[in-house]
């Protein structure tokens, strides 16, 4: 075997170790791929799904009562595809600044609208929603529940669908 022909035989191998070497690390399941996907996520500025809003010092935090920890409850799935799961309602909760000017004209500033779900497995999720989808998804009602991060995509049990406007 000449020169040549060991240089060639040798790059070939190289390829094909390579090769192998990406598929291996690079499939969807690999725990590589997945660690991979924290930083290939698709992500703009004003979605962060593990930040709640700010609280005004002078409001007590109303959380549940229970002191277990309950981070692995609030953190979602760290995808940018739509999730959906069996939920049902068992807290709505809004956070409003209602200022009165002096002509008598009444502004709504900073609304956040939140809805606490509990899934079949027992997993709760707080997901962020608009006035309308606040004011119309029933309590104690199971159905279908569509999220992005933390955000309603729509709630759809038997009677209805509401779409997060």
């Given amino acids: 075997m000449t020169e040549q022909m060991k240089n060639l035989f040798m790059l070939l191998v190289g390829i094909a170790v390579v090769l192998l070497v990406v598929i291996i690390l690079f499939t969807g399941k690999s725990p590589f ?9 698709e992500r703009t500025d004003d979605d962060d799904y593990e930040q709640r809003p700010v609280q005004k010092k002078s409001q007590p935090d109303r959380s549940s009562g229970s002191k277990k920890s309950s981070r692995n409850d609030d953190v979602q799935k760290r995808t940018s595809e739509p999730i ?12 409003r600044l209602r200022v009165i000017e002096s002509t008598g004209q009444v502004k709504m500033i900073d609304e956040y609208y939140e809805l606490v779900f509990v899934t079949r497995k027992g997993k709760t999720l707080k997901i962020e929603c608009s006035r309308n989808a606040y004011d119309r998804v029933p309590f104690n009602q199971q159905g279908s529940l569509t999220y992005k991060r933390n955000t309603l995509v729509k709630f759809k049990y038997y009677e209805d669908t509401v779409y997060n406007d």
């Fill in 33 to 41: 791929m997945k660690f991979l996907s924290i930083f290939l996520e």
């Fill in 84 to 95: 959906v799961e069996m939920a049902t309602l068992i807290r709505k909760s809004d956070d």
